[in-house]
């Protein structure tokens, strides 16, 4: 138990690392479900192991999703004619 524990916690620091990789949020919503399985996966055992599975999937996903998006957009300004960037 205190293996998969271990395991659980590395895999969780780097779902945060890996599901703010991108600026599209289906991409780190996949990457946050795929981490989360695998933690399911690992802490969940017997019987239980598809629900954990299932479980740390469905928070993966949730988690990735709301990572914030660091993309950067260029506007202008129709009267005035000057540029600015602000978060798309």
Do not use: E, F, H
Not at 29 to 50: D, F, H, I, M
């Amino acid at each position: 138990m205190i293996r998969s524990a271990g395991i659980a916690v590395v895999l969780l620091a780097s779902l945060s690392g890996l599901a703010g990789c991108t600026d599209n949020q289906g991409v780190n919503a996949g990457t946050g479900a795929l981490v989360g399985a695998a933690v399911g996966n690992q802490v969940g055992s017997g019987s239980g192991k598809t629900a954990a599975t299932l479980a740390g999937a469905a928070v993966g996903a949730q988690v990735g999703a709301m990572q914030p998006t660091t993309r950067m957009c260029n506007y202008r300004n129709t009267q005035t004619g000057q540029t600015y960037q602000a978060a798309c």
